[in-house]
């Protein structure tokens, strides 16, 4: 196999025995002798989707834990009102995806409408797929952009472990905690921390929001109430910000008590990213159910 490749977007791909390809590449291309596999699948839009498997360089070594800068350390509160909110005071907005969703219901109720298994129906299916692809390509650019940022910007990340977080408290949310795809994000920030040589310590998640970040007394505080104000010392600040600096508090202690106990740490891959064992080199493997 072999491809050229000027710009980075759009690349022509030659498939041994099969022939040349047009493809859209989401990220950098290799050089065509570092591709050790290419995996083709077929998405339910139809469309094809090319992987190339490379080997990756050892990962950087992380920084040893005793000589980071707390300047270099950030606790991270998955938010409601913000997607992120961080210790430092920024303050990530959520993706405004109404549009995109209302599409996708819209196409929805044409689907139902539609005979099953009709012509006119297996066009409408397709459309409904490529209105939730849409979606999922704008939460994974935005979390890509925000994973790859912390992992440059900092040497630690402590976040929450979401394994214990409960579900949120309101119903609405379970809709806002599929939107953000917290955990997806959490996967990528492991993963991308690995590339970059960043620390991420996964911290106990209960009693974050109702601590006080100055002097630790819990208050308890509905959702809707936005401003941490401690009765104990009279400390006030945003409920999200009080929060992130409980757990990058939370992160440093755990890294200061007990080094084994925080790493290694949890290695989760996103589920899309090709596995690196199989490498038999240059074998096309053919993935997907055609006419699907
Ligand atoms: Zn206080």
Redesign the pocket.
């Given at each position: 196999m072999d491809h050229n490749t000027d710009g980075e977007r759009f690349v022509r791909l030659r498939l041994e025995k099969v022939g040349w390809f047009n493809i859209r590449a989401n990220r950098p291309v290799p050089d065509a002798d570092e591709i050790d596999e290419v995996i083709l699948k077929k998405e339910p839009t139809g469309e094809w989707y090319v992987s190339l498997v490379v080997e990756v360089d050892e990962a950087p070594e992380k920084p040893a834990l005793s000589e980071i800068e707390p300047t270099d350390c950030v606790g991270v509160d998955l938010g409601i009102t913000s997607y992120i909110h961080t210790s430092d005071n920024l303050a990530v907005g959520t993706l405004g995806l109404s549009d995109e969703y209302e599409r996708l219901r819209r196409e929805q109720r044409n689907l139902s409408r539609k005979q099953h298994g009709s012509n006119n129906w297996e066009q409408q299916r397709q459309r409904v797929a490529k209105a939730n692809r849409k979606i999922k390509r704008k939460v994974q650019d935005f979390q890509h952009k925000l994973t790859t940022w912390l992992v440059t910007e900092y040497d630690l990340v402590a976040v929450e472990d979401l394994d214990v977080k409960p579900m949120l408290e309101t119903s609405q949310n379970a809709k806002n905690k599929q939107d953000a795809a917290w955990s997806r994000f959490l996967e990528l920030l492991e993963y991308k921390a690995n590339l970059h040589g960043t620390h991420v310590v996964s911290v106990e998640p209960a009693g974050t929001t109702k601590e006080?970040?100055?002097?630790?007394?819990a208050?308890d505080k509905p959702l809707w109430v936005r401003e941490h104000s401690?009765?104990?010392?009279?400390?006030t600040q945003d409920r999200d910000l009080n929060a992130a600096k409980n757990i990058l508090s939370r992160g440093l202690k755990q890294v200061g008590e007990g080094r084994s106990e925080v790493t290694p740490m949890q290695t989760a891959l996103p589920a899309s990213s090709p596995q690196r064992e199989a490498v038999d080199a240059k074998r096309v493997v053919e993935l997907g159910s055609l006419g699907t």
């Open positions: 006080c970040a100055s002097c630790g007394v208050t401690c009765p104990a010392c009279g400390h």
